[in-house]
């Protein structure tokens, strides 16, 4: 079936490491991809997305996204995480440019400060 | 602007009673798009609308499900005779026409618990 995939459910870093985020989508054609990030008692906010042009993408708060279209993904990085980074991130797809977002299950970042 | 606002919060009703939820999306915006997560899932998508026009439902819409939009403007989501499998975060959004170039801004949810 077609999704969006991320790797890790739960991943728990100390504060100044460094972080990447999985995330595979099975859909053909052209897609816009997302990274939302939903911090504790927040709503969903957009961290970075890709349209077209440049496959590196950087978005707010040092987040960063590459698109590798011969993978089908689009991992999130951050060099050095904060304990205010702790949230749950969500990678987003509109496959062939439809006219809705589909999300992946989520993953919740725990940082320890 | 205010942000995507929905009401209520939070709604706890017993299973077999009807429920209503109100969005009022971000003025300029004329894409608005309902969808719903649970524990440990992504939010799934439900309806979205064009102005007053619903242009798509996913089949996890029930025939117990029922949006309006009917000035183009708020958005209602009705559950009737809600079953406790009805429990969940009911998000909305919005967009401007071309949401998937630019991604939605979203609302705090509704909180449905049913007991």
């Known amino acids: 079936a077609q999704s969006v995939s991320q790797h890790n459910h739960h991943v728990i870093l100390s504060e100044a490491a460094s972080l990447e985020l999985g995330c595979n989508y099975s859909?053909?054609?052209?897609?816009?991809l997302f990274w939302y990030v939903q911090y504790p008692g927040q709503h969903l906010q957009l961290l970075l997305k890709?349209?077209?042009?440049?496959?590196l993408v950087k978005g707010i708060k040092g987040f960063e996204a590459e698109f590798i279209k011969s993978k089908f993904s689009f991992n999130l990085r951050k060099p050095s995480v904060q304990w205010s980074d702790t949230a749950e991130y969500f990678c987003?797809?509109?496959?062939?440019?439809?006219?809705?977002?589909?999300f992946g299950k989520g993953t919740r970042l725990h940082i320890l400060p | 602007d205010t942000g995507v606002s929905q009401n209520p919060r939070h709604k706890i009703t017993k299973r077999g009673q009807n429920v209503t939820f109100r969005c009022d999306p971000i003025?300029?915006?004329?894409?608005l798009y309902w969808y719903r997560q649970t524990l440990g899932q992504g939010p799934e998508f439900l309806t979205y609308?064009?102005?007053?026009?619903?242009?798509?439902k996913s089949r996890l819409l029930s025939d117990r499900f029922s949006a309006e939009r009917p000035k183009g403007s708020f958005s209602t989501l009705e559950i009737q005779r809600t079953e406790q499998g009805d429990s969940a975060m009911y998000l909305c959004?919005?967009?401007?026409?071309?949401?998937?170039?630019?991604?939605?801004?979203f609302g705090s949810g509704t909180r449905l618990t049913v007991v």
């Open positions: 959004a919005s967009s401007p026409r071309w949401g998937q170039n630019y991604g939605y801004t």
């Open positions: 859909y053909g054609g052209t897609v816009n």
């Open positions: 890709y349209f077209s042009g440049d496959p």
């Open positions: 987003a797809v509109t496959p062939n440019r439809d006219d809705k977002i589909i």
């Open positions: 003025s300029e915006h004329n894409r």
């Open positions: 609308f064009q102005n007053e026009a619903q242009l798509e």
